[in-house]
């Protein structure tokens, strides 16, 4: 056997191996992918042929009113979500990495609530925010009630909508806390005692050398977080499904329209071209956070 | 094992589930041709339906109905369709039917109800249109038939009614009527909190739209392809929706909805005495059998009437009401296996015994033009003849047939509780959702332009609007 054909008939055995992949890759995404940026230059109701009109569904989405309130909630969303659940998540890590006692208890805690499912979580919330009957208004009127302050009606009020959706989300942050405390774990002891001899204070500490040493895990928590805000579905869906009463469109994100333009309106061209602009500007972020991170993320040597 | 008996392995393995795996039967062991009906129906609706299922397969041998009951029904079925591999039978809702039916993505009935078994005139005056639509070619085609009807109506508490002076029995007919009826079963506690409302446009708020109707006006202007939200007929209909909204508080009436439990449940309004008036359809009553307070002996506790929607004195007419008429249909998709098979099945669920049967379980009145009096006299639901009649109503209306129609519904739906909490006033943001609804329909308009279909005849008559 020649030295070219052993070679290609191990290159053969090598592409045989890996086939499972490839051919998951092909058929899951690439090819749906090539497939549904060829359909964002179509008109697509999904019942017929696509027809070919080229930029029409880019330019519709320069005037589609609806679609630019669901990106600005969209972007609100991440805007509140990101910052806030990163620096409840640090914290939390933080607490959870002190010697306490029944440490792992608590560790348990924090993680649970991302083992139960969106739309099931977004049940429990359902009735946990009920303006009458819900827990947290039920709390709020124990506690404040005597002032004449009692909650608002969370998921009917269109003012309150966000924050609620906030708060649900925020509920499943332990996977980042699990993330964030073994990154905590892994900063050098010795750097921490240098800086106690040095005269720093654990809140310096934390800010000069925690911080610093736990930047790639932040950048890596922080992307994550940023994609999954752009992408925000369930919770939204099923509040807005199971809400009597509540405004629809409160709770219309980038992700419902992209849906209902896809599975509801017939509009599946339309829907591929908001899905690439999703794509876009998820590129774009994270580019711009790579970056940034140039400046203000430190990797050890 | 070796590393060749390993890929051996995976690739005997992808070949044999290629060639032998998983996929539709086309006959069972007994050689009988294989139906799948796809239904979106739960619980005690889906086990009738079981049943007439059932009474097919056992009726005959050479066709079997496999049933399937699914949620979102409505998009697995368009992908099925697309992928070319759907069920033979569909429960779609009615308002689906112009989607798929401009497609000409299901069989028409009238060219396989050779024996004429699935008439539309067979069934009640109201129910016809829902059954038919234009093809790809403009041609008008019979596309479906009614599974069950939902008509709607006004429930009210008879109790209600005694306590603040009311005569049950001659329940309001105009909106001023009742109007003063709402205000008369309003009631608060010492510290104003409402405890009971008369009457909320918004609870379920599942048809936020059709009081457009009740004052003579619409919401699409068929002929000419156009929303017509904005014209006076609609204003003034919001405004009476915010007439409500005002005098009873919008914070008030939002902390008091809150405390409102899911409509299936013991919780809901109507049951728990917070609500005297609500609007539904006739499967309400199965609710208030299943949930509501009952004695000692098990036997329902409330009292309940059911009256036509109210409406302005001109369209007042006992013999036609006004009312939404609605319903589910059954439609046998483009490219199924088995069409003939299809139709054989579905006449058999359209004779009266099991239309009956099945609109009895369901609670709802019949889709038929004729109704037995057996099945009037035994119907679990005291006010069937009322919804009866808004089915055989000259003035009764239809969701829109247009195939933009869940967008322009969701419009209208978001709007509802804007309205309810008085944002702006009622023209104002009629105005802006009409100009929105219109650009649904222009976008409809769109892709039939690109398909060579367009429907606009003539250019659209200008105003009218707001």
Known sequence: MSHSRAQLKKDLLGWLWVSPWVIGFLAFLAIPMGMSLYYSFTDYPLLESPVWIGMGNWKRMLSDEVFHAAILRTAWYAILFIPIATAMALVIAALLNEKVKAGGFFQAAVFIPTLVPMAGSAMIWLWMLNGEYGLINQAIHAAFGWAGIEGPNWLQNANWAMPSILMISLWSIGQMVVVYLAALKEVPDELLEAGALDGMGPVRRFFNITLPMISPVILFNIITLMIGSLQVFAIPYVLSAATPGNDPRAMYFFTSSMYDNAFRYNQMGYASAQAWLQLLITLGLTAIMFAASKKLVHYRA | ?466
């Open chain 2, 1 to 466: 094992m070796t590393r060749r008996s390993a890929l051996a392995a995976m690739v005997l393995g992808g070949v044999g589930f290629a060639a032998f795996g998983p996929r539709g039967a086309k006959e069972d062991a007994r050689g009988r041709i294989v139906l799948d009906y796809w239904e979106k129906w739960t619980g005690h609706e889906a086990a009738a339906m079981k049943k007439i299922v059932e009474a097919f397969n056992q009726s005959q041998d050479r066709i079997v109905v496999r049933y399937l009951t699914t949620s979102g029904i409505d998009q697995k079925t368009l992908i099925t369709i697309a992928a070319g591999d759907p069920p033979d039978v569909v429960g779609l809702w009615a308002y689906l039917v112009p989607v798929f039916a401009e497609s000409d993505s299901l069989i028409p009935l009238d060219e396989l109800d050779t024996k004429g078994e699935v008439r539309v005139d067979r069934y009640a005056t109201g129910f016809r249109e829902l059954m038919t639509h234009r093809d790809s070619k403009g041609k008008t085609r019979q596309w479906a038939t009614m599974n069950t009807g939902g008509t709607l109506a006004v429930y009210y508490n008879k109790a209600h009614f005694r306590e603040v002076g009311l005569d049950p029995e001659k329940p309001p007919r105009t909106i001023e009527e009742f109007d003063a009826a709402h205000r008369k079963l309003v009631k608060r506690d010492a510290d104003g909190s409402l405890t009971r409302a008369g009457f909320m446009h918004i609870e379920p708020g599942w048809w936020s739209w059709i009081w457009v109707f009740q004052f003579g006006g619409g919401v699409y202007d068929a002929a000419n392809d156009r929303s017509i939200i904005g014209a006076p007929e609609a204003v003034a209909a919001y405004d009476w929706m915010q007439s409500y909204s005002k005098e009873l508080g919008v914070d008030a009436t939002k902390k008091f909805r809150a405390g409102f439990g899911n409509y299936d449940s013991p919780l809901n309004a109507f049951l728990t005495g917070r609500l005297s008036m609500v609007i539904q359809g006739p499967w309400l009553a199965n609710v208030i059998n299943a949930h509501g307070p009952k004695d000692a002996n098990g036997k329902p506790l409330i009292d309940y009437g059911v009256m036509p929607a109210p409406v302005i004195p001109s369209l007042v007419d006992p013999r036609n009401p006004v009312g939404l008429v609605e319903g589910d249909v059954l439609v046998i998709p483009k490219g199924c296996k088995h069409p003939k098979e299809a139709m054989e099945f579905i006449a058999f669920t359209q004779r009266q015994e099991h239309v009956e049967a099945l609109s009895l379980a369901h609670y709802k009145s019949s889709t038929l033009a004729v109704s037995s009096e057996k099945f009037l006299n035994e119907h679990p639901n005291t006010g069937v003849r009322v919804f009866d009649a808004v089915a055989q109503s000259t003035q009764g209306f239809r969701y829109p047939r247009t195939q933009a129609w869940t967008q322009f519904k969701d419009e209208l739906d978001g709007m509802a509780q804007r309205m309810w909490s008085i944002d702006k006033p009622a023209k104002e943001m009629l105005a802006t959702v009409q100009a929105r609804t219109q650009s649904y329909l222009d976008r409809a308009e769109e892709q039939r332009n690109l398909r060579g279909r367009s429907i606009r005849t003539a250019t659209p008559p200008t105003g009218g609007g707001a």
